[in-house]
């Protein structure tokens, strides 16, 4: 792990890749160097076939606080469109391998939105939620108004983005943005844990899990269904499906190959 990059990889743990943000002089602020980065090492462990699961996190006290505004105060709108920093949100969205986000303290603004492209978010107690762009004239950027309603429908997200008030941890999953919540020291070690039994399971069955539902957010019901239906029969057709029901039925443990 490269301790001076403000984007470090750990491979600490068997079949998992832990990315972290590091600037905490600036809150863990998205500047455009941290987006292409964080871009660069999703990327990474798409083409690692050793990597099962990719673990984002900001640190023990602050996920990400949004963008840094120190390099958007005075951008015109032509400098906004020829950074093309949607390549880099893009390259998070379509990684195949589960993401869990750690969250710690802030996950504003872009923070919020990097944690909405995780499949699973686990936020410590006192972490803290929220879209508050409209406080500096703006808007959410990054998927704010769409992946935030796609969450928490309508309602709570008209509030979170219209007011830019924040949302605590709690408050978070029980509007169905977090998945669990955890004491703030425990956040990290409990994101490895759920990593390392994803990890376990098979890899073909989990890439056609989340592709399937990513898919479906924007297709009719009918339509989710032929593709759940398609990628099921799919399945048939892998070792691990083979290994997994035999596993079941001969009561013993299986042992997933990812194939």
Not at 41 to 49: C, E, H, K
Not at 53 to 65: E, M
Not at 116 to 137: L, S, T, Y
Not at 189 to 211: F, G, R, S, V
């Amino acid at each position: 792990m490269n301790q001076n990059s403000v984007v470090q990889i750990d491979y600490a743990l068997p079949s998992i890749a832990i990315i972290k943000i590091n600037r905490p002089e600036a809150k863990n602020a998205l500047n455009t160097q941290v987006r292409k980065l964080l871009a660069e090492a999703v990327a990474q462990q798409v083409d690692n076939d050793d990597i099962r699961v990719i673990v984002l996190t900001g640190g023990d006290d602050v996920f990400a606080a949004g963008a840094d505004l120190t390099e958007l105060a005075e951008a015109s709108s032509m400098d906004l469109y020829l950074r093309r920093t949607e390549r880099y949100w893009q390259t998070i969205a379509n990684c195949p391998k589960p993401i869990i986000a750690a969250v710690n303290g802030f996950a504003l603004g872009g923070g919020c939105e990097l944690a909405m492209h995780a499949d699973i978010i686990i936020a410590g107690q006192n972490a803290q939620f929220g879209q508050p762009e409209i406080k500096v004239g703006i808007m959410p950027g990054a998927g704010g108004t769409q992946r935030l309603v796609r969450a928490v429908g309508k309602f709570q997200a008209m509030r979170m983005i219209m007011t830019g008030c924040l949302v605590s941890a709690e408050e978070a999953f029980a509007m169905g943005l977090v998945s669990q919540v955890t004491d703030d020291a425990e956040t990290l070690n409990t994101a490895y844990k759920m990593a390392q039994q994803i990890a376990k399971l098979p890899a073909i069955a989990l890439e056609q899990i989340k592709e399937v539902v990513l898919l479906s957010e924007d297709v009719p019901l009918n339509a989710g269904l032929s593709l759940e239906r398609k990628a099921f029969q799919l399945l048939f057709s892998t070792e691990d499906q083979k290994e997994g029901m035999a596993a079941f039925l001969e009561k013993r443990k299986p042992n997933f190959q990812g194939k």
